[in-house]
């Protein structure tokens, strides 16, 4: 297995340690140190996302759905798609996507006595090739959820992520789930540039987007209610209570659901 650098932050490992993970070396908490002092709220906004996943990955199951394709995963730990969809159904199967070699070869360490999940590498902007490697292990003449949770912000415009989304829509069958959360503009935008800078030091940029920007990546999809919202407020777990942390809009999330077209003849 290919070694991680331990001299660059790495966003894979910054993310585990946001969650309180331990697959992360000091120059990732040096990073989140960094940016947490730009944005307080990363953290727990780091941690309202893994929370949303859980929820959603909960949702599309009770849904029927046994089969989920998480894209740009980065490490499955700290509750992550595969532990989740086996507390309700053992027998579901995952396939997680990333493109760095040395974070989806670590993944895979960590999944090797997994049952039902495997890591493969490939680059979510290539969507064919992304079904192919997946196909192996997925049936795709059923339903799948598909996971893009916190990843399509680290992409720009001139990468065309809204193309490749748009490949993964027409490719799943009907009754398939799209999921999604993404960061938007917080409005204080000395300190989101200063952010960036963090993120392009590590191993991945940033690129915030409009909320019809994000709805966009849903297309034709029908969003489940409700609907397009901040993360937290995604079918929580419980109402908010005095004194819970105020999250800000800067986090935004949604569910959506592939329907059967009606035959035009």
């Known amino acids: 297995m290919r070694q991680?650098?331990?001299?660059?932050?790495?966003l894979a490992r910054m993310y585990d340690y946001m969650l309180g993970g331990t697959d992360n070396f000091a120059v990732d908490r040096l990073a989140i140190e960094q940016l947490a002092e730009l944005v307080p709220e990363a953290v727990p906004l780091a941690r309202a996302n893994r929370a949303f996943l859980q929820r959603a990955v909960r949702y599309v199951a009770a849904a029927g759905v046994r089969q989920f394709l998480d894209l740009g995963s980065g490490l499955p730990t700290q509750g992550s798609t595969h532990e989740i969809a086996h507390e309700v159904d053992p027998g579901a199967r995952v396939v997680y996507v990333d493109?760095?070699?040395?974070?989806?070869?670590?993944a895979k360490a960590l999944l090797a006595n997994v049952g039902g999940a495997v890591c493969v590498e490939a680059d979510l902007l290539d969507a064919d090739d992304v079904l192919a490697r997946a196909g192996a292990f997925l049936d795709l003449d059923q339903p799948v959820g598909v996971l893009l949770v916190s990843i399509l912000h680290f992409l720009p415009d001139s990468a065309r992520p809204g193309r490749a989304v748009a490949r993964l829509r027409e490719r799943v069958v009907p009754g398939s789930y799209l999921v999604i959360s993404h960061a938007t503009t917080m409005g204080r935008l000395e300190d989101e540039?200063?952010?960036?800078?963090?993120?392009?030091?590590?191993?991945?940029?940033?690129?915030?987007?409009?909320?019809?920007?994000i709805r966009a990546f849903f297309g034709e999809f029908a969003l489940d209610p409700p609907g397009l919202v901040q993360a937290v407020?995604?079918?929580p777990d419980r109402p908010k209570l005095v004194g819970d942390w105020a999250l800000p809009s800067s986090l935004m999330a949604g569910v959506a659901r592939k329907i059967e077209r009606p035959s035009s003849g």
């Open 4 to 10: 991680f650098d331990q001299q660059r932050p790495n």
């Open 233 to 235: 407020d995604w079918r």
């Open 99 to 106: 493109h760095d070699p040395v974070v989806a070869a670590h």
């Open 193 to 213: 540039e200063r952010a960036r800078g963090v993120y392009r030091s590590s191993s991945g940029g940033g690129a915030d987007r409009a909320p019809s920007e």
